[in-house]
């Protein structure tokens, strides 16, 4: 019975052939002000690769003057943009349809790359840190151009020198820890221990060991 009801329904339903239906339209991002194609996107990718591996191989030589600090930072800053560009892109189409896994592997390069930035943005930092402030400061005044990197060249400056004050604060507190144990060690030697009589007339010879005892006693004047 319930067979014959559901023919009848079905009966009743318009037909949709397949060359009558309709698409149906998804909404996507307009991202060919970023990259056109793909194509263009695994160009700049192995560009950016390549000005990855060329910074990582310029911080191996010391910064010796404010040209060749330029150089570096100039360059970091254009390839910290064009990961930025490559990661933009490869997340937002990777958003459009997560089904489409050649996006999310975009998106996993363009992760490595960052990475590999963040190591050589470290070795920077840790090469500034080493200069004297007084260098960096003539730098800046030798080369105007270095003036929009001002901000980074002395807070890299500066976080040497909260390392610094943090690491003798943490072995300033250690020495303090310590000092106490060592001060009553110390005077614990140099005191006279002395024999005293108790309330009961019995002699009591006071010593490191004995003293917690005696001051436990139930006569207040013994104690």
Excluded: C
């Excluded at 990961?83 to 992760?111: F, M, N, P």
């Excluded at 980074?152 to 020495?175: C, G, H, P, T």
């Amino acid at each position: 019975m319930l067979k014959k009801i559901a023919i009848v329904l079905l009966s009743t339903l318009p037909s949709i052939s397949p060359t009558s239906a309709k698409s149906v339209d998804i909404d996507t991002w307009d991202l060919s002000h970023i990259y056109i194609n793909d194509q263009a996107w695994f160009s700049d990718f192995q560009q950016a690769v390549d000005e990855t591996k060329t910074l990582s191989s310029s911080l191996e030589e010391p910064l010796t003057n404010a040209s060749r600090l330029l150089d570096i930072l100039e360059q970091h800053t254009k390839t910290k943009k064009l990961i930025a560009k490559l990661y933009s892109y490869a997340s937002l189409k990777s958003d459009e349809d997560l089904r489409v896994l050649k996006y999310r592997e975009k998106l996993t390069q363009a992760s490595a790359l960052n990475i590999q930035l963040t190591n050589a943005t470290s070795s920077i930092v840790s090469k500034v840190a080493e200069l004297p402030s007084s260098l960096i400061e003539g730098f800046l005044e030798e080369a105007p151009q270095l003036d929009k990197h001002a901000f980074f060249l002395r807070d890299a400056i500066r976080q040497k020198r909260r390392f610094v004050a943090d690491k003798y604060s943490e072995e300033e507190n250690l020495r303090k820890q310590a000092l106490p144990r060592t001060e009553f060690l110390s005077l614990q030697q140099q005191i006279q221990w002395p024999t005293i009589t108790l309330s009961a007339g019995e002699a009591a010879n006071v010593s490191p060991a004995s003293f917690s005892y005696y001051r436990t006693l139930p006569n207040p004047i013994d104690r």
